[in-house]
């Protein structure tokens, strides 16, 4: 296909689906068509609710045996005991008494796996950056089982409310709230065990959520979410105890703000290394997204799309720091 039938194409497409043409190019440059007629086809179709069962407050048969006695449709996601699908038929997963009580989250699986990949344990010190909701932070202090210490960071001044008000919700004791900026992490002086970097980014992944984002973002948000989002790992990096271990994640999928922050930190930091998330499920991690080559390790990273796994899109990738 000729750089002129490529343009083409994409402007084709893009007036069909409703999206941004430099979208579609860069989906064709990723995929090729076929491919990239799937990813928009798949991106129609609404993604299943999931739930998370809090285990600090409710086992999952407890709250399974509740919520089906509401006439409530349950499915149980094989690869995280805790997690389950839910059909919530026609009432709203917030509006149910046991949402109240703190005995389920309502969070996407990819959000739940990027938790479960980090592993924190009891004891443990973690870090939670770019904290806010609450969907990590409360899945974090659940598998440390209110032991040990987070500290939840967030910037936004106005999503700290939610934030503070889920971790009282789910019965979270081990964790700090702090108002502060991801990029000043080093600051605080501390060496987690561990870190959460669920970083802000672009969105392009939520695509099967939100219709809005076909448009809502041009090149250069991508590559200033890009910029952003290197300069938060850099700060955790930096912070993280030697030894440690942290997980970078983001609902784009966009390689700009994957696979090539990640490339920049392993040239700038010997010591880093990508660790396999032990995930059985999703594709490997680019290492040569739109030709151009990339560390080889990066394979060991994990995306999913929803062509291929019905979620929305996500990346997920986890990092070593050296003794």
């Known amino acids: 296909m000729s750089i002129k039938e490529h343009r083409q194409k994409a402007k084709d497409l893009a007036k069909e689906y409703g999206y941004l043409p430099y979208m579609i190019e860069r989906y064709l440059a990723l995929w090729g068509q076929d491919e990239t007629l799937e990813f928009l086809k798949a991106c129609e179709r609404p993604i299943r609710t999931s739930i998370r069962t809090n285990t600090l407050k409710i086992t999952v048969q407890e709250l399974k045996e509740r919520l089906e006695k509401k006439n409530v449709s349950l499915e149980g996601v094989p690869w995280m005991r805790e997690s389950l699908w839910a059909d919530f038929r026609n009432g709203s997963p917030g509006a149910f ?37 609450g969907g990590k932070t409360t899945h974090l202090a659940q598998l440390m089982e209110n032991t040990g210490m987070i500290f ?12 503070e008000a889920n971790i009282q919700r789910c019965g979270v004791t081990n964790t700090i709230v702090m108002r502060g900026d991801a990029k000043k992490l080093d600051e605080l002086r501390i060496e987690p065990d561990k870190i959460m970097l669920d970083a802000p ?36 990096v930096r912070s993280l105890a030697p030894g440690g271990t942290m ?20 040239r700038r930091y010997s010591e880093i290394n990508i660790v396999p998330t032990d995930l059985d499920f999703g594709i490997s991690g680019y290492t040569e997204p739109y030709g151009v080559h990339l560390d080889k390790s990066l394979s060991l990273a994990r995306r999913f799309l929803p062509h291929l796994h019905d979620f929305e899109g996500f990346f997920i990738c986890r990092l070593r720091k050296d003794t």
Not at 157 to 162: C, G, K, L, V, Y
Not at 250 to 266: G, H, R
């Open 97 to 133: 008494f046991e949402h109240m009580l703190g005995f389920y989250y309502v969070q996407n699986v990819p959000s739940m796996t990027a938790s479960a990949v980090l592993d924190p344990k009891p004891g443990e010190t973690v870090v939670d950056l770019a904290a806010a909701p």
């Open 152 to 163: 939840a960071i967030e910037y936004d001044r106005n999503r700290i409310a939610s934030l």
């Open 201 to 236: 980014c672009s969105g392009e992944g939520l695509i099967p959520l939100d219709s809005n984002r076909k448009t809502s973002k041009s090149m250069a948000d991508i590559r200033f979410c890009a910029t952003r989002e290197g300069n938060m790992l850099d700060a955790a």
């Open 247 to 266: 997980v970078y994640s983001t609902c784009s999928i966009a390689p700009e703000e994957n696979e090539y922050v990640v490339d920049d930190i392993l």
